[in-house]
């Protein structure tokens, strides 16, 4: 069979996007990244700059033709790039370009010999690898005539590829092009276009890979995160079912709900679907299996769509669950947020942000119903497959809650749907009145791959836990 040639590449340092990308940006050529004000062109340029500094040893330079080095330095301050450190260090070069109109008006004359030869000196004065154009249509905005400004384009394109540096080169969106002048899309090696959109009151970025000369890579929509630490890119694509399933039994944290399962409790990884109705102990049981990943000191996130870190803890430790020392001895971590903060898939962004900085062998999300309140079931159901064959693919423990209603909707529930089939186990919690008291009882619809108790089991909540009833 024929080899194939490994096409090179510079890598970005934005997490997510090299694994889009199959590696990085196309080297020693130019890239243009395009999308309406402020979607994050500026800050992925500088990231893709400061990043290649810091990671790889790649000196760079700035051109910005709208923000003053000092405004630049500032801006990007909060995300902790160091742009003053950087340039004593000279590994960064950062000019600020001014182009007026009037002035170029007044002369009658315009081209990019003063430009190539600023920006030539300050590439060779560093070595630089990479250099950042923000934005194109500053440069041209003196410009009338559309054929000059086309062969002016063409001709600072073809002088960066020359010049062998990777180029992020930033643009404004057109009306019905991808840029104004409707030809840098052309002339670039690889077209990244970035959107900032708001959907029933939601905001959520997004990006997309309009074409990559010379190289295959993902062509979906990806939502991306702006926080402290820059930009972050989760790649949501359908994954590979060829995870591992390991043979490891692992406690659920309640020894009697364990012996429901032959004895042995749960296989490691899998995942367990928890259903009922609104006061059925989902919660609780949700800590247990918390409990019992803390006790083998194992990680553990909590997410929490409906309570507070310490509205949970107050409530376990009236039934004698302390998740306090858990926590403080940072075993146990509680993510609590409102799911109408963000959309379904920023939900998926910080989710796997989290998965990356705390590295939890067990993962809980309480209630996944709470999603719906945020996308329709089809989209929930998207969001939840994408993060259960994320948390297969590690090898991490999860447990989902889900809240259903009263009578057979139970097994029609949006998010039910959405995971029953998915997941490794699915515990169904009833609630019912017997004789004026609570009948509380406890059924396992499934448990692939092991045997697991087939009757209903009666069980009661006291100051000490769950307790379940003899002669189950």
């Not at 790649?58 to 051109?63: I, K």
């Not at 989209?379 to 590690?394: G, P, Q, S």
């Not at 791959?449 to 909540?461: D, K, L, P, R, V």
């Amino acid at each position: 069979m024929k080899k194939l040639t490994s096409f090179p590449k510079t890598p970005t340092g934005i997490n997510g996007l090299d694994e889009i990308t199959q590696g990085g940006f196309p080297k020693g050529r130019p890239v243009l990244v395009c999308g309406s004000a402020g979607c994050g062109k500026t800050l992925m340029a500088a990231q893709f700059l400061v990043k290649g500094i810091t990671e790889y040893d790649e000196p760079g330079v700035f051109m910005s033709f709208e923000e003053t080095a000092a405004d630049l330095s500032q801006n990007v301050a909060s995300l902790g790039f160091d742009l003053e450190k950087l340039k004593k260090e000279n590994k960064l070069r950062v000019d600020f370009v001014r182009i007026e109109r009037s002035e170029i008006e007044e002369t009658g004359e315009y081209d990019l010999e003063g430009l190539f030869i600023r920006l030539n000196h300050a590439i060779d004065s560093i070595g630089a690898k990479r250099v950042v154009l923000d934005t194109i249509e500053s440069i041209f905005s003196g410009i009338d005539n559309l054929a000059m400004v086309r062969s002016e384009i063409r001709r600072l394109f073809g002088w960066l590829k020359e010049k062998g540096v990777t180029a992020v080169i930033t643009g404004e969106r057109g009306e019905s092009t991808l840029t104004r002048q409707g030809l840098e899309e052309y002339v670039s090696d690889c077209v990244i276009l970035l959107d900032f959109r708001v959907i029933d009151q939601i905001a959520t970025r997004r990006l997309r890979i309009v074409k990559y000369r010379g190289s295959t890579h993902g062509t979906n929509e990806y939502p991306f995160l702006i926080d402290e630490e820059g930009i972050s890119v989760i790649p949501i694509t359908s994954l590979q079912l060829d995870y591992k399933s390991p043979t490891e039994f692992i406690s659920t944290g309640l020894p009697a709900l364990d012996n429901l399962f032959s004895g042995k409790g749960i296989y490691r990884g899998g995942s367990t679907l928890i259903t009922g109705t609104a006061g059925t102990a989902k919660t609780i049981i949700a800590s247990y299996f918390a409990k019992g990943s803390c006790a083998r000191k194992e990680k553990t996130l909590y997410f929490s769509f409906e309570e507070s870190p310490e509205q949970l803890v107050r409530n376990m430790e009236s039934i004698g669950i302390d998740l306090r020392p858990l926590i403080k001895s940072k075993l146990l971590h509680i993510h609590a947020s409102r799911p109408s903060l963000q959309g379904l898939e920023m939900h998926l962004l910080v989710m796997n942000k989290l998965l990356a900085e705390i590295k939890p062998k067990t993962v809980i999300v309480d209630p996944i119903s709470s999603l719906v309140t945020i996308g329709n079931a089809f989209e929930v159901r998207a969001m939840l497959v994408r993060l259960m064959d994320t948390l297969k693919m590690r090898e991490i423990n999860s447990t989902f809650t889900s809240l259903t209603h009263n009578g057979d909707s139970q097994f029609t529930d949006a998010t039910v749907d959405a995971v029953s089939s998915l997941a490794d186990t699915w515990i169904r919690l009833t609630n019912d009145q017997k004789q004026g008291t609570r009948d509380r009882k406890l059924y396992i619809v499934k448990s692939r791959g092991m045997g697991h108790a087939n009757s209903e089991q009666n069980f009661n909540i006291t100051t000490r836990g769950i307790e379940f009833s003899e002669g189950n």
